[in-house]
């Protein structure tokens, strides 16, 4: 009996180093553990059957819910490539940023690009306000379609320097066949795809913008 004791010691502080070592008891160790009890089990007091079966329980309940956290992990990762090449099909389509707003700080001047999807004959861009007034008109001049940038000085009509803010901006014009159209600021195709830090990006006019802050493709 003496020796089962000192074995019985020495498995426990074999054990004991185990758990120190790794922190948590893997499925490995349970079953380990569960050997160890039935090598050493004092033959006139063998071990309870009902407490074999709660221990192979639990092992194969940690087993399974090792398997399911390893079947989410590697669906999660297929749903996240599947989105990448998702993105990928949407190069040469259209992104709507879902505002054509422009900001104006005090005494400069703004910057902005707009996409005409067809050649443009004549047409002027318009500088609104939130109200829908126009403020200000931009001559577009006769283009190939593509994007194209302009600048407001930050002027209206009579050359008054008009308040700091957000304005909008729009454009309607005529193309070759004499077709009246519309186009603003915020629809862009998307020209490629770029992934960065886990995010997607997008490149539309001459930005990079995140995937996030598109609320349309067509």
């Given at each position: 009996?003496?020796?089962?004791a000192t074995?019985s010691t020495?498995?426990?502080?074999?054990?004991?180093?185990?758990?120190?070592?790794k922190?948590?008891l893997?499925?490995?160790?349970f079953?380990?553990?569960?050997?160890?009890?039935?090598?050493?089990?004092?033959?006139?007091?063998?071990?309870?059957?009902e407490?074999i079966?709660?221990?192979?329980?639990?092992?194969?309940?940690?087993e399974?819910?090792?398997?399911?956290?390893?079947?989410?992990?590697e669906?999660a990762?297929?749903?996240?490539?599947?989105?990448?090449?998702?993105?990928?099909?949407?190069?040469?389509?259209?992104?709507?940023l879902g505002?054509n707003?422009i900001a104006?700080d005090?005494?400069?001047?703004?910057?902005f690009?707009?996409?005409?999807?067809?050649d443009?004959?004549?047409?002027?861009?318009?500088?609104?306000?939130i109200?829908?007034?126009?403020?200000?008109?931009?001559d577009?001049?006769?283009?190939?379609?593509?994007v194209?940038q302009?600048t407001?000085?930050?002027?209206?009509?009579?050359?008054?320097q008009?308040?700091?803010?957000?304005y909008?901006?729009?454009?309607?014009y005529?193309?070759?066949?004499?077709?009246?159209?519309k186009?603003?600021?915020?629809?862009?195709?998307?020209?490629?795809?770029?992934?960065?830090?886990?995010?997607?990006?997008v490149?539309?006019?001459?930005?990079?913008v995140?995937?996030?802050?598109?609320?349309?493709?067509?």
């Amino acid at each position: 009996m003496a020796i089962s004791a000192t074995s019985s010691t020495t498995s426990s502080t074999a054990a004991s180093t185990a758990v120190n070592d790794k922190g948590v008891l893997g499925k490995d160790d349970f079953l380990k553990l569960l050997l160890v009890e039935l090598q050493y089990q004092d033959p006139t007091e063998p071990m309870d059957s009902e407490k074999i079966l709660t221990q192979t329980s639990q092992l194969a309940t940690l087993e399974s819910t090792e398997n399911t956290n390893k079947a989410l992990s590697e669906l999660a990762a297929s749903l996240s490539n599947t989105q990448q090449f998702s993105t990928i099909a949407a190069i040469g389509k259209t992104a709507d940023l879902g505002s054509n707003a422009i900001a104006l700080d005090k005494g400069s001047s703004s910057t902005f690009e707009m996409y005409f999807p067809t050649d443009v004959y004549k047409g002027t861009v318009e500088i609104t306000d939130i109200d829908g007034k126009v403020i200000k008109t931009i001559d577009v001049g006769t283009n190939d379609k593509g994007v194209y940038q302009f600048t407001w000085d930050g002027t209206d009509k009579a050359s008054n320097q008009v308040d700091a803010g957000i304005y909008y901006a729009s454009a309607s014009y005529t193309d070759p066949n004499g077709n009246a159209l519309k186009t603003r600021v915020g629809t862009y195709p998307i020209e490629s795809v770029r992934f960065e830090g886990g995010d997607t990006l997008v490149k539309v006019g001459s930005s990079y913008v995140s995937l996030s802050k598109i609320v349309e493709v067509y």
